[in-house]
């Protein structure tokens, strides 16, 4: 079965400090991806991967930066957390090739205070 | 820059009734359009996808959805709702042939379905 797995699904964490979300995905696919979800925007694309790596920013990426330095692990970083950062965050990853469609975890409602 | 347009960000409906949730899209060109489903505390499930071929794309749990590539719309609907499809749905839209490498969202249709 289909896994993306997501290392927490509530943190809370002071303002300014440095915060890692990790996403783990067991189906050998090239692409990651993480979301910000928050209420009446959807879904916003923060950054994605294509391969180990590899980056590309999103549509939202100022005051994150991601790592991926195995192909099934994507780490998002908040090098200095604000309270503008409270929000679900959702991983997904999806293979390089037509016919696809990305795969979700389960969320991380990060709370920032 | 792709964009998806959902009209109605909440639509309470009552158990067995027909439903329509309606999603529009910015892009006249070829696209992929998918509608995912996220269940309360849940992150997004495919629900189904339009790549090419017949406009009527059936899904899971009853759903279906027809491209309508002069409206550019692609709408969702089912014809008879069950408690268990509250939730909220996300219309997304990616340019062919990167299929998931970027997807765009709509701000999502939050369904309640009332007994």
């Known amino acids: 079965d289909v896994k993306v797995t997501q290392s927490s699904r509530y943190l809370v964490k002071r303002t300014g400090e440095k915060v890692f979300l990790e996403c783990v995905q067991d189906?050998?696919?090239?692409?990651m991806f993480w979301y910000r979800q928050d209420p009446g925007l959807g879904l916003r694309l923060i950054y994605f991967s294509y391969d180990v790596k590899m980056k590309e920013k999103g549509d939202i990426p100022e005051g994150y930066s991601v790592s991926r330095e195995k192909k099934e692990r994507f780490s998002l970083i908040l090098e200095s957390a604000s309270t503008n950062q409270t929000s679900m965050y959702l991983c997904?990853?999806?293979?390089?090739?037509?016919?696809?469609?990305?795969?979700f975890g389960q969320g991380t409602r990060l709370t920032v205070v | 820059a792709q964009s998806v347009t959902q009209l109605d960000s909440q639509v309470p409906v009552f158990e067995e009734a027909p439903v329509e949730l309606r999603c529009n899209y910015s892009?006249?060109?070829?696209?992929?359009l998918f509608w995912y489903v996220q269940y309360p505390n849940q992150g997004l499930q495919l629900l189904l996808k339009?790549?090419?071929?017949?406009?009527l794309v059936k899904g899971i749990n009853g759903f279906e959805a027809e491209f309508n590539k002069s409206q550019t719309s692609f709408h969702l609907r089912k014809p008879s709702v069950h408690i268990s499809d509250t939730a909220e749905y996300f219309c997304a839209v990616s340019d062919p042939p990167t299929g998931a490498n970027n997807l765009f969202f709509g701000t999502g249709t939050r369904l309640t379905v009332i007994p």
């Open positions: 892009s006249s060109v070829s696209v992929y």
């Open positions: 997904a990853s999806g293979r390089v090739s037509v016919n696809t469609e990305a795969f």
């Open positions: 339009y790549l090419s071929g017949s406009t």
């Open positions: 189906m050998d696919h090239e692409n």
